[in-house]
């Protein structure tokens, strides 16, 4: 199974795994150098964007922070494609239309991953499968 994290689950696995649900601790258990987690490049910008605004402490350097995050093996960083950039356009105009989570759940689609996420709105969306 490919697994996506939404941003909070990725902030989560790496700074406070208790706050992860049980359900995604066994999850993210389960990434490897063969199976690693899907990490959407609009999560990078999301904590750029958080950290920034003082939302967000890091315990390192912005950069330092988000290269380490996505250092591969066990971390694989996708960009927005044009298959992606489609489906966000096809997703149902009632969904949530914060973009970050557009692009996640359509990155979520074309990929066919499940998608790691908290976020209430996109579960009850069930446009794409999810571990909360």
């Not at 992860?20 to 199976?35: G, I, N, Y």
């Not at 494609?81 to 489906?87: L, N, R």
Request: charged share 25%.
């Amino acid at each position: 199974m490919r697994l996506l994290a939404d941003t909070h689950v990725l902030l989560r696995w790496l700074g406070d795994e208790r706050r992860l649900s049980t359900a995604q601790r066994r999850a993210l258990k389960r990434v490897s150098p063969t199976q690693p987690l899907i990490v959407s490049e609009i999560t990078l910008w999301e904590i750029a964007t958080l950290h920034e605004l003082g939302r967000l402490r890091l315990p390192s350097p912005l950069r330092d922070w988000l290269e380490s995050a996505v250092a591969a093996p066990l971390v694989e960083r996708v960009g927005i494609s044009p298959a992606i950039a489609a489906e966000v356009a096809a997703l149902p105009k009632t969904f949530y239309r914060d973009p970050g989570d557009r692009i996640v759940v359509a990155t979520a689609r074309v990929l066919g991953a499940t998608l790691l996420t908290s976020d209430r709105a996109v579960i009850e969306a069930a446009l794409v499968r999810t571990i909360d």
